[in-house]
């Protein structure tokens, strides 16, 4: 192999590359990257055992080739390069010759043969989507999906398609976030769970392409592949919690609200909490939303906020941070908050808007204590 390539380009391939290698891999070979080069590009490679990248970047190809690379030790080397040209040679022992205009680097290599395959979901079973679609569809629910806790299927993004429309779905028993947008007709009806660690290496990559980006589904895999990136995640086995069934169907309670009015007000009284997930009551009464933090150690705090609402007056206590987060998903102006009664699940959305709604676990209020045993129960 023998290419000259853009050091800053070729570096950016490079760190994204190696976000996704794990440095605890019992496979050693997985702990490097493969560069290679297809046609006039250098391709980047790297793979753990459940994900897996290649990101083109063009450069002028003097000899095709290949070699299997410590990404730590070229990711290094990168960092303190200025921008300009870089000369790569792999001589016959496969060692990488980096040549720039002052000096060079000698780095040692392996065969690109002993890296493995990037196996792609069937070019006949992808379907395009707007990159800022895509990205819009994470940023309205990644936040929701389970880390530890939960179910195992919880720790992972639901990924509905059905036709004309793709849903994203995350929850971790005591929150969820829903979004939805059009696709062109895909003629097919499919869904899977994407892991939340590979959800957060497409929300960096989708950074790095272009506008479409075409997504495949089998039955053990997904891959996402824009204009210079392929990126392909194993799925979560198992079957997602029935999430409609928490949904508030009925609007019984409904409280129209400026959202950022509401926002500003949560955060007020939440920061007399030294707690990371401060509980608030939410007071629900004629044409206003009382706010109200308790802390035994520093003392209370009290707002409110002018809002629409004509039920009856209900009490119930919430994680800040949760609605905080709920409502971060909602896009207009004003929101509307429904409930089918105190101790029933809070539904959070923008007025007039069908593609995105949050749900939020109120927590339990016993005798004046409170207790958290704000889970959903989906039988």
Known sequence: MNVTIPVGSFRRAVQLAQNLVDKKSTMPVLQNLLLETSGSSLVVRAMDSQMGTEIRVPCEVIAPGGVTISGKRLSDVLKVLGDGALRMAVGDDLSLVLSYEAGRYRLFGYSPEVFPPLVQVASGTTFPVRKSALQELIARTEYAVARQDGAFTMQGT?????????????????????????????????????????????????????????????????????????????????????????????????????????????????????????????MWGSDRMALRCEDIELGEAEDSVPAVYAGMEMTMLMNASYVLDALSGCRSERVELIMEGPEQPCLCRAVGDETYLGIVMPLELEQGEETYSGDYDYD
Do not use: N, W
Request: hydrophobic fraction near 40%; glycine fraction near 10%; proline fraction near 4%.
């Open 158 to 282: 639901l990924v509905e398609i059905a036709g004309t429309a793709i849903t994203m779905i995350g929850t971790d028993g005591h929150r969820l976030a829903l979004s939805t947008t059009e696709l062109e007709d895909t003629g097919t009806k499919t869904s899977c769970i994407i892991p939340i660690k590979a959800i957060g290496q497409l929300r960096t990559m989708l950074t790095e392409t272009g506008d479409e980006i075409r997504i495949g589904v089998s039955a053990t895999q997904a891959s996402f592949e824009g204009e210079d990136i392929l990126f392909v995640t194993r799925l979560l086995e198992g079957e997602y919690p029935p999430y409609k069934g928490v949904i508030p169907r009925g609007t019984q309670h409904r409280l129209e609200i400026e959202k950022e009015q509401l926002v500003a007000g949560i955060r007020r009284v939440s920061a007399l909490s030294a707690d990371r997930a401060p509980q608030i009551k939410l």
